[in-house]
């Protein structure tokens, strides 16, 4: 085990000991132990920087199941190694945020400290595992421990509904991507992602394809909260808001972007990837804008504004993943909308991150999230106010703030599909533009209502619970960290993260474009003159402001979307259909009455049968090995089936028992014909038994309701016991005719006297040569009289008791 | 000579069985078809005699000693719960 995997396990280590410092130190916040954790880590990835400036890329195994190719490969390359920095780096923000924002008196620190960092863990497990396996085996780590934080505050409805929503979403998805994972080795014999990426052009032909992509895109959308797999998303809001910042804004939801930027070398040689990938995105960016706007909750606006900012980077990565369909680096169109997406990427975790937490601010100061409520907070909390303007521009890409940036160069990667003239796309080319222009509008719109409503305007301190006053220091400190970068991304995007980070990343993204010697330049310029770019953002500035000043007039807009068309409700019916459609299917069939269960196994006894006899053509009747039939023997099937029929048509349950005594004594007859006396003596005797226990039956049944009726006639019983009597005949006398080889009986005829020592040689069998058959047939008598004993006996002492 | 003898024996006690079965499944009433089964019984040991004759073997003599056993302890069990309705009675109370 490397220092490396250590690294990545490190979390998962620690996450042992959080409960023994809590239960240990209950006077020092819980928190304070775990800080170090993710600074530690951060430092030492941060460390690999200048590895992976260079192209190289660092790779450590450590075997796990070798046989089956599984191994526990870490690999930091650009991609992974920014992830890592943004999950240490902001979960350190986090867990200095969540001191100062969960009590040590009132929570359960121990239970939330383990759960954040059984998510770190899993979280760097996913980006930094070479192995798919071994990612899948993190990615639903994070799901799982998403629910448990989700659920939290779990003796609240809301919070176990959104835990349980997120769960079912998002490992539906990631048993999908199981799937792809699956038969991505089919294709390749490999779960190793270096190995798969470099057979990629071998398996773009392959029948499975296409399915693997699918369900590979079925993983990375639920997870990412894509259209229409977004709604768990604002649903998780119910989680802490340390939470909701970490895992819902820049790390667990970037897991399904991850995943596509990770394997767009592998999947992005076929058209349909491009499509998907640009094409959800792009919906997922209008519908989470669009429906951010009517949101009155602050963590709900969020919630619809993260969906949409991963709909932006995710159509993106798609529209960039054609630069794989054109050849060298420079002047490739397309680099620059994956630039676009690593570089919004990062900045979308600064400004989120620190957008929750001004929510939980305003949260933990005021007691409401509800914009209606708040109002004129600018005097009371100024600071805070400070670093939601900063935020908040940055969402609506405003200069000087890092989203301008990235919202430029998205609009010019969105340009640029229509000059895409792959995949036969051009008619729906210029919708990518229109769209992402409309949404950036909606925005702009939510984002100035998220600061405008809830810090200017009037102050009304009659609906608010707690007067408002600014935040405490600490709980500040994560907030302001994160809104510096916000401006200083701004103002040195190229030193800071072009080289050091983005290049790294697009050379993982994009592994084959890159020759020898050559890398990824990516000058990210704030000044690129009067670009049709430039003008679209003042565009979407001016009727920003247009449609927010008017917002109250065009609301309506919103009820043209009821809310029996929202998925949600598409949602919860699905699974009110599907609880109660099963149980009616389960109460169908399973009736409690055992008349049935019996009609169902004889059905499928006579159907089996019969298909298989018809199917392979089983059935042969061979006369060759029948014997002749003697008078005796015609005589007394004469009398078994007299006595059966009428122990079937009897009045009474008497003459019932009786019929069947007389069968069996006619069947001991039979073995008499046959030269069995050993047998015949034996069913005489258990007849004889049998038929005396049939009547101590017969005489405890109840007074009341005691029907001496005969059988009741149903045609489907007769059908049934007259299909289950011909198979059994059917099968039988096919039986009789296939005979393969002789009997094993003339070993026993000859060595019964020599090697055994006697002479009757149904007993040398029974108690020699095959004397384990009667040893345990001995062990099911016993168990059958202990069993009868102990029933009589339990219910005399209960009725004792009594 | 012997065979056909046993034959012929063995004709009539078949149509014997077949009338007690007759009685037995007819009734009208229970003793009727306790004494036919007990009948059945009877002529079981005189039809396996006639077949162990038939079959030259020995083997089925205990079989012969087993049925009138039998045949005895279920009449009489019979008998006792048509008359009691019960086949064990409990011990008395003390």
Not at chain 1, 19 to 46: A, D, M
Request: hydrophobic fraction near 55%; charge should be positive.
């Amino acid at each position: 085990m490397s220092l490396l995997h250590l690294a990545i396990i490190a979390p998962l280590l620690w996450a042992i000991l959080v409960p023994l410092f809590y239960k240990s130190f209950r006077q020092i916040h819980t928190g304070w132990f775990v800080l170090p954790l993710p600074i530690i880590l951060f430092i030492y990835f941060f460390s690999f920087i200048s590895t992976t400036r260079h192209q190289a890329i660092v790779m450590e195994t450590l075997n796990w199941i070798p046989s089956m190719g599984i191994n526990f490969t870490a690999k930091v390359d650009g991609l992974g190694l920014l992830f890592a920095l943004l999950i240490t780096g902001i979960g350190a923000l986090v867990i200095l945020y969540s001191i100062y924002y969960l009590s040590k008196t009132k929570e359960k620190l121990n239970t939330f400290y383990t759960y954040l960092l059984l998510f770190m863990g899993a979280m760097l497990g996913v980006v930094l595992s070479d192995n798919l396996i071994v990612m899948y085996a993190f990615w639903e780590l994070t799901s799982f421990s998403s629910f448990l934080l989700i659920g939290y505050w779990y003796h609240r409805e809301k919070s176990r509904y959104g835990a349980q929503k997120s769960m079912i979403i998002t490992v539906f998805g990631g048993l999908a991507m199981l799937g792809g994972i699956v038969l991505l080795h089919l294709m390749t014999g490999s779960f190793s992602i270096t190995e798969i990426i470099s057979q990629s052009q071998d398996i773009v032909s392959h029948s499975l394809f296409i399915p693997a992509l699918l369900c590979v895109l079925l993983g990375a959308f639920t997870k990412s909260a894509q259209f229409p797999f977004h709604i768990w998303l604002p649903d998780a809001m119910e989680a802490p808001t340390p939470v909701s910042a970490y895992l819902h804004s820049a790390t667990m939801v970037k897991a399904g972007i991850y995943l596509v930027a990770r394997l767009t070398p592998v999947f992005a040689v076929d058209g349909l990837w491009v499509w998907l990938v640009a094409g959800f995105g792009i919906v997922t960016l209008f519908w989470g804008s669009f429906s951010a706007v009517k949101q009155t909750d602050l963590k709900s606006i969020l919630a619809f504004s993260t969906v949409s900012q991963l709909g932006l980077i995710m159509s993106l990565l798609g529209v960039g993943a054609a630069a794989l369909h054109f050849p060298g680096v420079k002047d490739n169109l397309y680099i620059v909308a994956t630039t676009a997406a690593v570089f919004h990427l990062i900045n979308h975790a600064t400004f989120k991150g620190s957008l929750f937490m001004v929510a939980g601010i305003v949260d933990h100061e005021t007691g409401t999230r509800d914009i209606r409520k708040l109002g004129g907070l600018m005097h009371f909390m100024p600071i805070t106010f400070t670093i939601a303007i900063i935020g908040t521009f940055s969402m609506a890409g405003l200069p000087p703030f890092n989203g301008f940036l990235s919202k430029e160069m998205f609009f010019t990667g969105m340009l640029h599909v229509l000059e895409l003239d792959l995949f036969n796309i051009q008619s729906v080319a210029i919708l990518f533009p229109i769209i992402a222009w409309i949404a950036s509008v909606f925005t702009f719109i939510y984002s100035m209502m998220l600061v405008f409503k809830t810090f200017t305007g009037k102050h009304q301190p009659e609906k608010l619970d707690k007067k408002p006053h600014e935040a405490p220091i600490g709980m500040l400190i994560s907030p302001t960290i994160l809104a510096s970068l916000v401006i200083i991304i701004f103002f040195f995007p190229n030193s800071l993260l072009s080289e050091n980070i983005i290049s790294p990343a697009l050379a993982a993204i994009f592994p084959s474009l890159l020759n020898t010697g050559t890398e990824f330049v990516t000058h990210i310029g704030i000044w690129h003159g009067p670009t049709p770019e430039l003008f679209m953002t003042l565009g979407v500035i001016a009727l920003g402001i247009l449609l927010y000043l008017t917002f109250p007039k065009w609301r309506k807009v919103y009820k043209l979307f009821p809310d029996k068309l929202a998925l949600n409700r598409l949602y919860d019916g699905i699974i009110d259909r599907s609880q109660s459609g099963s149980y009616r299917l389960t109460t169908s069939y399973m009736t409690g009455s055992i008349r049935s269960y019996l009609v169902y196994i004889f059905t499928f006894f006579i159907i089996i049968l019969a298909t298989s006899l018809v199917v392979k053509d089983a059935f042969k009747l061979d006369t060759v090995h029948v014997s002749s039939i003697g008078i005796y023997e015609l005589l007394l099937a004469l009398f078994v089936v007299i006595g059966a029929i009428s122990t079937v048509f009897a009045k009474t349950r008497l003459a019932s028992i009786l019929l069947l005594g007389a069968v069996g004594y006619t069947v001991s007859l039979f073995y008499v014909l046959f030269r069995a006396p050993d047998l015949a003596l034996t069913q005489l005797v258990i007849e004889t038994v049998s038929v005396a226990l049939f009547l101590v039956c017969f005489y405890h049944l109840p007074k009341l309701r005691k029907e001496d009726s005969r059988v009741r006639f149903k045609l489907t019983n007769a059908l049934i016991s007259v299909g289950v009597g011909v198979m059994v005949t059917l099968i039988a006398l096919s039986a009789h005719s296939n005979k393969f080889f002789k009997s094993i009986s003339q070993y026993y005829i000859e060595n019964t006297y020599t090697e055994a020592a006697g002479k009757n040689m149904v007993n040398v069998i029974l108690v020699d040569f095959r004397g384990f058959d009667t040893l345990f047939e001995i062990t099911v008598l016993a168990i059958a009289s202990l069993g009868i004993y102990g029933m009589i006996r339990l219910r005399l002492t209960r009725r004792d008791e009594e | 000579m012997l065979d056909i003898v046993i034959r012929i024996a063995l004709f009539c006690l078949a149509l014997a069985m077949v009338a007690l079965i007759y009685r037995v499944i007819k009734g009208p009433s229970m003793p009727d078809r306790i004494i036919a089964l007990d009948a059945i019984g009877i002529n079981l040991v005189a039809i396996i005699a006639l077949i162990s004759i038939e079959l030259r073997t020995n083997a089925f003599l205990e079989i012969i000693l087993l049925i009138g056993i039998l045949a005895f302890i279920g009449t009489v069990a019979f008998a006792k719960y048509l008359e009691k309705e019960v086949l064990f009675e409990r011990e008395r109370d003390h």
